[in-house]
């Protein structure tokens, strides 16, 4: 499980692909 900081609050991952996933959108984000 992982937690990441996101905009003042915290996202919860329980797998890996989503963990990937965020760092690709968020690479999106301008």
Sequence with gaps: ?????N???FVQFDRITELQNYFIFSKLEP
């Design 1 to 5: 499980m992982f937690w990441l900081p």
């Design 7 to 9: 905009r003042n609050r």
